[in-house]
T-cell receptor, first 110, second 111 residues
Framework: DTAVSQTPKYLVTQMGNDKSIKCEQN?????MYWYKQDSKKFLKIMFS???????INETVPNRFSPKSPDKAHLNLHINSLELGDSAVYFC?????????FGQGTRLTVV | GEDVEQSLFLSVREGDSSVINCTYT??????LYWYKQEPGAGLQLLTY?????DMKQDQRLTVLLNKKDKHLSLRIADTQTGDSAIYFC???????????FGQGTELSVKP
């Protein structure tokens, strides 16, 4: 049973399109996150939600809008995709010290 | 600001010990972590250490923390080819999930 699952695993789309990535966790954690890993493997936090409320927004362009319908889900919607949005996006959840990551969504904008 | 630095590459022979080093700048870091990322895969939490500890051992893994020098290391004993991966050092405050990552160290294990 996958603890943190993301869909899709791969996403190829054209510039200017709008796309969503979904994330679900079955660990009962209150806090969920989105991280971005660029082509140099550098990982940076984008957003954090605690019990459906946004608590961290790390100066991400407002084309990126997270949505948390309930505390087990945190989806990421991206408008007007740009070439520079190509990256691997990781969802994570935590309750306390340990954070658990999903398998990542590789987004390629062409 | 907060910064975490690691060397980018490490190559060892199978059976040797690997030591991956990390330095960080945030003196208020509460927890320090090591994550492993295999090619095309997600991040796997290997171990973490609370900032008031100086050592933690878990089977083949030993974490050493020098808080004065803000230096963290991960030693993998008897390194195997399956240990080949990218290893990320990360630090956080009291809230475990907001992690500041290093650039990752690519460990290559040669037979």
């Amino acid at each position: 049973d996958t603890a943190v699952s993301q869909t899709p695993k791969y996403l190829v789309t054209q510039m200017g399109n709008d796309k969503s990535i979904k994330c679900e966790q079955n660990l009962g954690h209150d806090t969920m996150y989105w991280y971005k890993q660029d082509s140099k493997k550098f990982l940076k936090i984008m957003f954090s939600y605690n019990n459906k409320e946004l608590i961290i927004n790390e100066t991400v362009p407002n084309r990126f809008s997270p949505k948390s319908p309930d505390k087990a889900h945190l989806n990421l919607h991206i408008n007007s995709l740009e070439l520079g949005d190509s990256a691997v996006y990781f969802c994570a959840s935590s309750q306390g010290v340990e954070a658990f990551f999903g398998q990542g969504t590789r987004l390629t904008v062409v | 600001g907060e910064d975490v630095e690691q060397s980018l590459f490490l190559s060892v022979r199978e059976g040797d010990s690997s030591v991956i080093n990390c330095t960080y700048t945030d003196s208020s870091s509460t927890y320090l972590y090591w994550y492993k990322q295999e090619p095309g895969a997600g991040l796997q939490l290997l171990t973490y250490i609370f900032s008031n500890m100086d050592m933690k051992q878990d089977q083949r893994l030993t974490v050493l923390l020098n808080k004065k020098d803000k230096h963290l290391s991960l030693r993998i004993a008897d390194t195997q080819t399956g240990d080949s991966a990218i290893y990320f050092c990360a630090e956080s405050g009291n809230q475990g999930g907001k992690l500041i990552f290093g650039q990752g160290t690519e460990l290559s294990v040669k037979p």
